[in-house]
């Protein structure tokens, strides 16, 4: 620091007193030039901040609408998936008249051929009937007083008439297949309800 009052400027000769002025004026320069440099600087982080704030705020913003949109695609998709077992219910729905001509042909096949082989069947067993009866007349007349020979004759030879017209042979042979055909077909209509069963369930949306 200069003490101004022992210090005669007057006395400073003329060049020195145009050197410091001139280095006063570009000290005046410098400060001033700092002075808008700092303002300058200041104004760039104040706008830096306002800009930080402002994205900040466009992220967050982002973000909920984004959490938004992730809730509706969770619910859009849950109503998908429930409109979907909706439309298959529906279509299994749609196909029950289709199904039951179909199901009552499938099980009046099997039926049919059950029924028929059934009839069969109780004629069958009438002829059995009737040799079975036959046959205990028979035993009991051989058990008998030799004098009935001409009756017993007369039954073993309507015994032999009887199988003969009847074809027992054939029948022997013709129960077995009927039995096997009248399992089998039962067989089958057990398979058709169980897969109708099995259809009309409607807890499964997979490919079947």
């Given at each position: 620091a200069i003490d101004s009052g022992k210090f005669d400027f007057a006395r400073m000769p003329e060049d020195s007193l145009d050197e410091l002025a001139e280095v006063a004026s570009a000290f005046n320069s410098l400060v001033q030039n700092l002075e808008v440099e700092h303002q300058g600087t200041q104004s760039f982080h104040n706008a830096l901040q306002r800009l930080n704030r402002a994205?900040?705020?466009?992220?967050?913003?982002?973000?909920?609408?984004?959490?938004?949109?992730?809730?509706?695609?969770?619910?859009?998709?849950?109503?998908?998936?429930?409109?979907?077992?909706?439309?298959?219910?529906?279509?299994?729905m749609a196909s029950v008249g289709q199904?039951?001509?179909g199901l009552a042909h499938e099980i009046d096949n099997p039926i049919g051929f059950i029924n028929s082989n059934v009839s069969c069947l109780r004629n069958y067993i009438e002829v059995y009937i009737q040799i079975c009866n036959r046959t205990k007349?028979?035993?009991?007349?051989?058990?008998?007083?030799?004098?009935?020979?001409?009756?017993?004759?007369?039954?073993?030879?309507?015994?032999?008439?009887?199988?003969?017209?009847?074809?027992?042979?054939?029948?022997?042979?013709?129960?077995?297949?009927?039995?096997?055909?009248?399992?089998?077909?039962l067989k089958r209509v057990?398979?058709?309800?169980?897969?109708?069963?099995?259809?009309?369930?409607?807890?499964?949306?997979?490919?079947?």
């Amino acid at each position: 620091a200069i003490d101004s009052g022992k210090f005669d400027f007057a006395r400073m000769p003329e060049d020195s007193l145009d050197e410091l002025a001139e280095v006063a004026s570009a000290f005046n320069s410098l400060v001033q030039n700092l002075e808008v440099e700092h303002q300058g600087t200041q104004s760039f982080h104040n706008a830096l901040q306002r800009l930080n704030r402002a994205l900040e705020a466009k992220v967050a913003k982002r973000t909920e609408q984004i959490e938004l949109q992730n809730r509706e695609l969770k619910q859009i998709n849950n109503d998908l998936k429930l409109a979907q077992q909706q439309l298959l219910q529906a279509e299994k729905m749609a196909s029950v008249g289709q199904l039951a001509a179909g199901l009552a042909h499938e099980i009046d096949n099997p039926i049919g051929f059950i029924n028929s082989n059934v009839s069969c069947l109780r004629n069958y067993i009438e002829v059995y009937i009737q040799i079975c009866n036959r046959t205990k007349a028979l035993l009991a007349l051989s058990s008998e007083s030799t004098s009935y020979h001409e009756d017993e004759a007369r039954l073993i030879k309507d015994m032999a008439s009887y199988l003969k017209d009847q074809d027992i042979d054939f029948i022997n042979d013709d129960v077995k297949g009927l039995l096997k055909d009248t399992d089998d077909g039962l067989k089958r209509v057990i398979e058709i309800v169980k897969n109708m069963k099995m259809f009309s369930r409607a807890d499964s949306d997979t490919m079947q």
